[in-house]
């Protein structure tokens, strides 16, 4: 679960390359997003890349159809972590919490990745296993 230098930070095992969405983005194109069974967060970012919310699929659930824009429906507490904490401790919280993914912030609030836990629960994906699975996106 560390690099290959041994680091065991969060910033050593996330996603460089996650997808993004800007803040008008619909509620209609996030159901589409979601349609993708290995997606299960959108994360919305300004234009200078400082994440707005998270959201997750379970936020969509039971919302009437509407085209309006979708930034509002996520939300931070809980679906960050800083680059620099210890990614074992994190693994463990992600577990107790049944949360496979959360976003990679720095104190400014820039996205940096997203720390993706893999079905097992047993290791992270990393950036060649997302291109795999979406090759040419």
Same mark, same amino acid.
């Not at 050593?12 to 069974?37: I, K, N, S």
């Not at 939300?75 to 074992?88: K, M």
């Not at 836990?117 to 997302?130: M, N, Q």
């Given at each position: /679960?560390?690099?290959?230098? @041994? ?6 095992? /996330? #996603?460089r390359? *996650?997808?993004?969405?800007? +803040? ?6 996030l ?5 993708? +069974?290995?997606?299960?967060? %959108? ?7 400082? #994440? #707005?919310?998270?959201?997750?699929? =379970?936020?969509?659930?039971?919302? *009437? =159809?509407?085209?309006? *824009? !979708?930034?509002?429906? @996520?939300? #931070? !507490?809980?679906?960050?972590? %800083? +680059?620099? =904490?210890?990614?074992? %401790?994190?693994? &463990?919280? /992600? ?7 959360? &976003?990679?912030?720095? @104190? ?6 997203l720390? &993706?836990?893999?079905?097992? @629960? ?5 950036? &060649?296993?997302? =291109? %795999?699975?979406? +090759?040419?996106?």
């Amino acid at each position: /679960m560390s690099g290959e230098f @041994g680091d065991t930070s969060v910033a050593a095992a /996330m #996603l460089r390359e *996650p997808r993004l969405h800007r +803040p008008d983005v619909t509620l209609v194109d996030l159901r589409d997003y979601f349609d993708d +069974p290995h997606v299960h967060v %959108a994360l919305i970012v300004d234009d200078r890349g400082r #994440l #707005l919310t998270a959201i997750e699929r =379970a936020d969509l659930t039971d919302l *009437p =159809a509407s085209s309006g *824009p !979708a930034a509002d429906l @996520g939300r #931070l !507490a809980g679906r960050t972590v %800083a +680059p620099e =904490a210890d990614v074992v %401790a994190t693994r &463990a919280r /992600m577990l107790v919490e049944q949360r496979r993914r959360l &976003a990679v912030v720095d @104190g400014s609030g820039a996205l940096l990745g997203l720390l &993706a836990l893999k079905r097992t @629960g047993r290791g992270f994906c990393s950036d &060649a296993d997302v =291109a %795999a699975r979406h +090759p040419g996106a």
